[in-house]
């Protein structure tokens, strides 16, 4: 088992910065990658930025590259979004996800755990 906890979700005005963190514990040594997802309000949830936990090799959502960053620290077992040049479009909960298996990191359906999820909301 693992679980996560996220944290640093907010209000902040378009423009602004935000760090969210995800910690995990448990069985964290099993992991091949963890990855960012958020959902709006109506919409369906959506892959947002990953990082590979050995390699640190990183992937991100077209709609975020180049204003999120995602990081990890081994020896806290966390993980961080960065999140810049924030817009009202980025309003969602975010969801903090954890992946065993390998195989693609934007596939929802191979994350094993999830986070309870933080909000993120971007007022214009």
């Known amino acids: 088992q693992v679980q996560l906890v996220e944290s640093g979700g907010g209000l902040v005005q378009a423009g602004g910065s935000l760090r969210l963190s995800c910690a995990a514990s448990?069985?964290?040594?099993?992991?091949?990658?963890m990855g960012w997802f958020r959902q709006a309000p109506g919409k369906e949830r959506d892959f947002v930025a990953a990082?590979?936990?050995?390699?640190?090799?990183?992937a991100y959502a077209t709609s975020v590259k180049g204003r999120f960053t995602i990081s990890r620290d081994n020896a806290k077992n966390t993980v961080y979004l960065r999140m810049n040049s924030l817009k009202p479009e980025d309003t969602a909960v975010y969801y903090c996800a954890f992946k065993s298996s390998t195989g693609s990191v934007y596939s929802q359906s191979l994350y094993d755990y999830w986070g309870q999820g933080t909000q993120v909301t971007v007022s214009s």
């Open positions: 448990g069985r964290t040594f099993s992991s091949s990658a």
């Open positions: 990082i590979n936990w050995g390699a640190g090799s990183t």
